[in-house]
Nanobody
Framework: QLQLVESGGGLVQPGGSLRLSCAAS????????IGWFRQAPGKEREGVLC????????SYAESVKGRFTISRDNAKNTVYLQMNNLKPEATAVYYC?????????????????????WGQGTQVTVSS
């Protein structure tokens, strides 16, 4: 059974950092693109970052450029989202998702509809 499990969420003060993990089980991530998404209460799910299966290309939402980074460790079957200089508007449930493709990243991988497997989400709250 294909499964993604997010971890690492929590409460952090504005300006702080968090690293989220997305661990895959039941399949290997080698030939899969990964996207991180977030959904705040009352808002639609939005793409934050994504990374190609090779790890050589990434795409970012403008709102997180320079502060968030995505990386993958295929040996550990895990993808990471490093979030620095967090702002209160980053408060949301964060999800990782995957789709089997070797395409390079681009605007396509920030669209939720491109993915077929999702994790359960992890809450991130940025507040003083």
């Amino acid at each position: 059974q294909l499964q993604l499990v997010e971890s690492g969420g929590g409460l952090v003060q504005p300006g702080g950092s968090l690293r989220l993990s997305c661990a895959a089980s039941g399949f290997t991530l080698d030939y899969h693109a990964i996207g991180w998404f977030r959904q705040a209460p009352g808002k639609e799910r939005e793409g934050v970052l994504c990374i190609s299966s090779s790890g050589t290309t990434t795409s970012y939402a403008e709102s997180v450029k320079g502060r968030f980074t995505i990386s993958r460790d295929n040996a550990k079957n895990t993808v990471y989202l490093q979030m620095n200089n967090l702002k209160p508007e980053a408060t949301a449930v964060y999800y990782c998702a995957t789709v089997s493709t070797r395409r390079n990243s681009g605007t396509w991988c920030l669209r939720p509809g491109e993915y077929d497997t999702w994790g359960q989400g992890t809450q991130v709250t940025v507040s003083s």
